[in-house]
């Protein structure tokens, strides 16, 4: 995930750690590192899922809330980037490692923005067998406040902030944001920057999904566009090509193979991430899983 979560460091003797327990045991132990871009937004690096702050006179506007340990550290963080409360938080997915912090930010005074089907899935018990846990319904008091259907424009700090729904694919509730002046597009999830990216099938997601996104990030970006991604370094519309590259050519490799009726241990076995694995495996999801994720949707 984050460069922090690359290096998790051994769990403690005997203890049984699934990859949520690490995820987080990452957020808890792992400095916040801010990355300043331009145009008063810069990106935290260090709670789980990556996230964008627009600081300005009106005060500021988060993309994603980080997972709630971190609350400390992302305040300060936060303060050190300027005065100002937080007024609004963008919610790009549902996903804990990107909203588990949702509430303290909503207690704070912000209004949380979220598309509706994220909002609808954080109200539900929801089982994520590839990190190891049962994720229950969030607090009502926890939950994003202002429920997108559709696109949103909205202007603050002197900046547009262009809200975009994407199709399913990395989840069924996915949202792009668009920073139009300072040309920065942050994707949560439907991108990550050198790593294999999670499929949530239970919620939507689909490899299918996940190219059509990766397409669409593309067609929103220039030369010159500077792209968050949900996990990973910040990045840019080369980096964007590059993701959906390797998501076409493993959904092709993995096709191919599962068409000859191959099972998805026999699939693993032949290898077809181990052309991608040196630069994308890095990270909790390896070639192993990421295969199983292809397979399953083709």
Known sequence: MTAAILNLGAAPVGAQQTPYDMINRAAATSPIIVHHLRGGISMLEGSGGNIGVLVGPEGKLMVDCGIAVSQAKIKRALAGLGSGQVHYAIITHWHWDHSDGDGWVRAAGATLIADRLAVQRLTQTI?????????????????????????????????????????????????????????????????????????????????????????ANIAMVGARTVVIPGHGPVGDRTALVAFRDMLVSVRARVSSLKSQGKSLEEVQAAHPTAAFDVKWGRSVIDGKLFTALVYRGV
């Open 127 to 215: 089982r994520v067998v590839e990190w190891g846990h049962t994720f229950s319904p969030v607090p009502t008091k926890d939950l994003p406040n202002s429920v997108l259907t559709g696109d949103k424009l909205l202007r603050f700090d002197g900046e547009t902030v262009r809200i975009r729904h994407y199709r399913p694919g990395h989840t069924d509730g996915d949202l792009s944001a668009l920073f139009e002046k300072a040309d920065i597009l942050q994707t949560g999830d439907t991108f990550w920057n050198g790593m294999y990216p999670f499929i949530d099938y239970v919620t939507g997601g689909s490899i299918d999904g996940a190219i059509a996104a990766a397409n």
